[in-house]
C-alpha cells in the first residue's frame, strides 16, 4: 500500500474514532438533559429517552441504503462529509435546544446523515486488497472502541461543568473532522467503477434485490441480524444486570464498561488480524460466535463478580466474527455495489436497533421477577441467538470461498 493510501485509511479510522468519540461525549448529559426539559418526571423522561432512539434508528434504516447507494454513485467522499457536517449540525441544534422538540429534530438530522460506519467500511474495501481486509474492519472496530471509551469520560467531566458543553465539544470535533476532510482524503471510488443511482434499489426492500443477486448473501445477512440482535442485550441491561446480580455501584459498573471497550480495542485492533491470517476467514468467523456464546453463558450464569469479567475478555474475541463477516461480504459483491451493501447492513442494524429494547428489558423483567439469580435471562437470550446462527455460518463459509490475494485499488 502507497504512503497516500495509508494516509487515507488513517483518516477513515480517525473519522470513525471521532465520531464515536463525539457520540460517547453526549452519552452521560443527555438523560438528565431529558430529564430537565421535561420537568423532571423520569417517567416523561423515559418516553422521550426511548422516542429519540426510535427515531434515529427509524430514520436510519431508511436513509442508510440511500447513502449507501449515493456513495456508489456519486464516491464515497462527499458522502463521508456530508455525514459529518450533519452530525456537527446535529450536535450545534441539541446544544442551543429550548425544548424536547428541537432536540428530536436534531436527532432526526442525524440519523439521516448517519453513515460514519457503513460508507467508511465501504472507502476500507475500496483501498484494500481482499485478504487484507478482515483486518482493515478490525481497526474499523478498534477506532470505534477508542472513541466510545473516551467519550464518556471526556463528556462526564465537560457535564459537570454544563450540561450543554459536552455538544459543544461533540460538534466542534465532528466539524474539524469535516474540515480536516474537505481539504486531505482523496475520493477512493474511480468512476469506471461507479453505478446509476436508482431510488428502486436505494431502500432498505430495494436491497432484496442485491441479496438475490448474490445468493450467499442472505446467510451472511441473516448471521449478521442473529448476532446485531444479540449484542444489544449488553447495552440495554447491562447497568441493571450488575446491580441486580451483584450489587455493583456506579463505580464498579463504569469498571466494568472500561473493561469491554479495553477489551474490545486490544482484539480488533492487535488480534484480528493474526486470528484471520492463522485460521482463515471462515473458520475465524465459527471462531468468533463460539467465543460470543461462551461469554454470554458466562454472563448469564455468573456466579461471582470475577466470572463477570472473565466474560469480558472472552466476549471480546465475539469482534472476530464480525470482521470476518464484513471481508466475506466486501469479496462476494462488485466493487461498484459496496456503498449499497454497507447501507443494508447498516439499515438491517437499525431495524434491530428498534426492536431489542423491548427484548432484552422484558427478558430481564421476566428473570428478576423470579429471581436475582436471573438477572442475566437477557444475555441467555443472546447464547440462544448465536447459537442459531450456527447454520447461517455453515451455509456461507460452504459457499463463500477465501479470497485470493490481489491488489488494492490505486496501490
Known sequence: MSEPRRATTAFILVTVMLDMLALGVVIPVLPSLIVEFNGGSMTGAAWWGWLFGTVFAGIQFFFAPVLGALSDRHGRRPVILLSSFGLALDYVLIALAPNLWWMLAGRAIAGFCAASISVPSAYIADVTAPEKRAAAFGMIGAAFGVGF??????????????????????????????????????????????????????????????????????????????????????????????????????????????????????????????????????????????????????????????????????????????????????????????????????????????????????????????DTRWAGAPMLVSAVLLALAVPFAARATRRVPEPAAAPAVGS
Not at 473516551?150 to 457535564?159: D, E, I, N, S
Not at 461543568?161 to 480536516?180: E, K, S
Not at 442472505?218 to 450489587?247: E, G, N, Q
Not at 470475577?306 to 469482534?319: D, E, K, Q, S, T
Open 149 to 370: 471509551i473516551l467519550g464518556p469520560l471526556v463528556g462526564g467531566q465537560a457535564g459537570a461543568v454544563d450540561p450543554r458543553l459536552p455538544f459543544w465539544i461533540a460538534g466542534g470535533l465532528t466539524l474539524a473532522n469535516f474540515c480536516y476532510g474537505l481539504f486531505v482524503l482523496p475520493e477512493s471510488l474511480p468512476p469506471e467503477r461507479r453505478a446509476r443511482f436508482e431510488w428502486t434499489k436505494a431502500n432498505p426492500f430495494g436491497s432484496a434485490l442485491l441479496i438475490r443477486q448474490y445468493p450467499t448473501i442472505w446467510a451472511l445477512i441473516a448471521l449478521s441480524v442473529l448476532s446485531y440482535l444479540a449484542h444489544d442485550s449488553l447495552p440495554h441491561t447491562f447497568v441493571f444486570y450488575a446491580k441486580a446480580r451483584f450489587a455493583w455501584n456506579a463505580e464498579m459498573v463504569g469498571w466494568g464498561l472500561v473493561a469491554v471497550g479495553a477489551a474490545s480495542v486490544f482484539v480488533q485492533g492487535l488480534a484480528v488480524g493474526p486470528i484471520v491470517r492463522v485460521l482463515g476467514e471462515q473458520r475465524a468467523l465459527f471462531f468468533g460466535i463460539a467465543m460470543g456464546l461462551a461469554a454470554f453463558v458466562f454472563y448469564g450464569f455468573a456466579w461471582a463478580p470475577w466470572v463477570v469479567f472473565l466474560a469480558i475478555a472472552v466476549g471480546a474475541f465475539w469482534g472476530v466474527w464480525s470482521a470476518a463477516t464484513q471481508s466475506m461480504l466486501s469479496t462476494t459483491v462488485d466493487p461498484s455495489e459496496q456503498g449499497r451493501l454497507q447501507g443494508a447492513l447498516a439499515s438491517v442494524r437499525a431495524a434491530c436497533e428498534v426492536l431489542t429494547p423491548a427484548i432484552f428489558n422484558g427478558a430481564f423483567a421476566l428473570g428478576v421477577s423470579i
